[in-house]
């Protein structure tokens, strides 16, 4: 499974938008989920096999967008909607 499938698997049916906000580390990443719907923002709770899973796509990701020579992003943010569609921004240190 992809982020996006492990996001929307512990997100309510009728959530309109769910995100993971974290700061990753070349072997460390902390990461804290959230699912917008109806009833209001929750976080949702993530088993930690699937939170590890999540982080090690996280650093996959973080190391593939990196340039040698270059400073890797810090931040992130993996926002996910119900279609399937999706928004990743990532932020760097100064």
Do not use: H
């Amino acid at each position: 499974m992809n982020i996006a499938q492990r996001l929307n698997a512990v997100c309510p049916q009728d959530y309109k938008r769910a995100w993971i906000e974290a700061e990753v580390g070349d072997e460390w990443d902390n990461q804290t989920a959230w699912c917008e719907g109806p009833a209001g923002k929750m976080q949702p709770e993530i088993p930690p096999v699937e939170s590890f899973a999540i982080g090690d796509a996280l650093r996959d990701l973080r190391s593939q967008m990196t340039t040698p020579g270059d400073k890797p992003w810090s931040r992130c943010t993996f926002t996910l909607y119900p279609d399937g569609k999706f928004n990743f921004a990532v932020q760097y240190d100064d």
